[in-house]
């Protein structure tokens, strides 16, 4: 497609479930990554792939968080025991990166709103 | 490491007067620079980038924004506010490493009053 598109747009969980929030990034890019938005507007990146591959990791909680890009299927963000924390706005972008040229823009999808209870 | 800083959360400019925003971006190497534009409940929309090849860049909306080594800078401006402007916007950053991530600031609102 010609957007990013994520989904869901809200998810609502207890605190302690799990969370399962979906990217299908935009039709030949092979960049995806991911950012988490908190109240106060700061972005904080996640993660991110090449293709499937996991590119960048340096962002993501060492618990609880886990990510995947597989062929052919949407790339998913998982949250395993959600704490209260965790509520903010998840933003998938893509990008048709080539390596060695950082200069290409992220397009972003209109993120997934989560919010533990 | 590289950083953003945009100075004022919020900014108020009356129906076409010229609209300001400032950014400043710390980095060891010349550095890959963007605006966005976020809309309520919205992701966040690319204005413009800055990708070495001129120092005064143009974006969409009538949004442009100039390059400065010396100040190490990238303000945002528009000669005339609409107030279909109001709205949030990110000064970005990404290195010209192998990381790609882009590295935000803390966002200015632009609020415009009829």
């Known amino acids: 497609g010609e957007e990013v598109a994520q989904t869901p747009k809200h998810l609502v969980r207890g605190e302690g479930q799990k969370a399962k929030l979906y990217c299908a990034p935009i039709?030949?890019?092979?960049?995806v990554f991911w950012y988490q938005q908190v109240l106060k507007n700061e972005f904080k990146f996640l993660i991110s792939?090449?293709?499937?591959?996991?590119?960048?990791e340096t962002g993501m909680p060492k618990e609880r968080f886990s990510a995947k890009c597989l062929p052919n299927s949407p790339c998913s963000l998982e949250i395993q025991a959600t704490k209260l924390e965790d509520s903010a706005v998840y933003f998938c972008?893509?990008?048709?990166?080539?390596?060695?040229?950082?200069?290409?823009?992220?397009?972003f999808g209109d993120g997934t709103r989560l919010s533990i209870l | 490491a590289q950083s953003v800083t945009q100075l004022g959360s919020h900014v108020s400019v009356s129906e076409g007067a010229l609209v300001l925003l400032r950014c400043n971006y710390s980095?060891?190497?010349?550095?890959?620079l963007f605006w966005y534009v976020q809309y309520p409940n919205q992701g966040l929309q690319l204005l413009l980038k800055?990708?070495?090849?001129?120092?005064l860049v143009k974006g969409i909306n009538g949004f442009e924004a100039e390059f400065k080594k010396s100040e190490t800078s990238f303000h945002l401006t528009k000669p005339s506010a609409h107030m279909s402007d109001a709205a949030e916007y990110f000064c970005?950053?990404?290195?010209?490493?192998?990381?790609?991530?882009?590295?935000f600031g803390s966002g200015t609102r632009l609020l415009v009053r009829p």
């Open positions: 792939f090449q293709n499937e591959n996991v590119f960048d």
């Open positions: 970005a950053v990404s290195g010209r490493d192998s990381s790609y991530k882009l590295i």
């Open positions: 039709k030949g890019h092979s960049y």
């Open positions: 800055y990708t070495s090849a001129a120092t």
């Open positions: 972008a893509s990008s048709p990166l080539q390596t060695g040229r950082s200069n290409q823009p992220q397009h």
């Open positions: 980095s060891s190497v010349p550095p890959y």
